[in-house]
């Protein structure tokens, strides 16, 4: 089993690491800049290839571990080969947009990489879909070495579990860093609040967030709320988003 | 010392606790749910009191762990009594709610309490604020007792923070539960996205949140933001949410 991997980013990077440590050789790495595709071919024992026409004949599986809107031109420009497995990495491209070629499928690790954060890639969630059984199977087969914790999803369900990491993921780190700008405005330290954030993902664990949700919108203390907004005035991005997130809330547990 | 709460829910229950273990007892309880007051008063070995007026006078520290809007009315019924400190527990309530005593302040646990979640209450960060020195000295030794984070925060900088819990825990919570939302109508287990709200406040833990925020808005990947707004055409408030938060992030990243 030989594989190429065209990408050299975060999700690239963490996969090929991921490959070998499973036992499966990354042969080849290709980039849309020469330089990432050679700094990750060294760091993992591959060759890296400087064209997407280069990719070896006796590679069997090809991973496009590329940005979402690259897929489709990078797909149509990799030789057709019969034998050969074609997969991307994407949460949000459908299937289809590989279907030039004859076996190909989807690995979407469900989770947030950032450079020079190590991950344990036994626990991350794997979405695999592909276009015929065999080809599935045969993925199911490599993801379950990568990971205890694979699971099937169709090109439908995947863009949907994308946009629920949104919220949960992207979102939230979002607010994250709104607490960090509104704590560095009264000169108080970030460290202050660690302890509510973790404890708030301690709780999801656990529970069903809709089940454990507190606040002041939960509670409908519209006393509290309209103070909020009054310091906010000045800040009118974080007081629109303030004034909606609670009016949502207030609504979804006050119907329940 | 000896300690009288009003009020019987999560702050009370968890505080009352906390106290107890740190050598400080609880004598009385009150709550407006007489009831309430009799199951913690019988939890923590206290004596519950159907009235406000039936505070000791010996008691020597009031604690008001009751809603927000209930503050002013229950400080303004308690007896003034010359020895006595009475505080609240309030992100949101400034100190001189209670200047009708003579020596008061603030006891403000920056933490989600919720029923049946036992927490490690010297980890939480306790911000405190008093109306003179020597009862800040007092509270602050009590404090001390309590948690090994104790911070000295005034009225001001206590609501900036509270708004910046709202966004990094309410918020955050709200985001985890359109996530179960949005999963249980693929037919996903939200097992499968827990991973990644756990990594997601791992990297808050030791990082900026500013510094690591990810996703295709960070990204200005207009494509994948159109896919998900399509997607989410049948649900309005979702879509409007994801719009908004999209275009925030993206004017935020674009402008650095």
Known sequence: MRIAMLGAGNVATHLSKALINAGFPVAQVWSRNIENAVDLASQIGANSIAKIEEV????????LAVADDAIAEISNRLPINADRVVLHTSGSTAIDTLN???????????????????LDFSQIPLCIEANDDDTLNQLNLIANRLSN???FVNSDSRMRLHIA???ACNFSNYFFGIAQDLMSGAQLNFDLIRPLIQETASKAMEKKPVDVQ??????NDQN????HLELLESEPTLKELYALLSQNIVKKYSES
């Open 100 to 118: 030039k070629h004859q076996k190909f499928g989807v690995l979407y690790p469900l989770q947030t990489f950032s450079k020079n954060t190590d």
């Open 224 to 227: 509290t709320i309209k103070k």
């Open 56 to 63: 070896s004949t006796d590679i069997d599986i090809v991973i």
């Open 214 to 219: 507190t606040g002041p919108a939960k509670r």
């Open 149 to 151: 914790n694979v699971v």
């Open 165 to 167: 990491a949104v919220f």
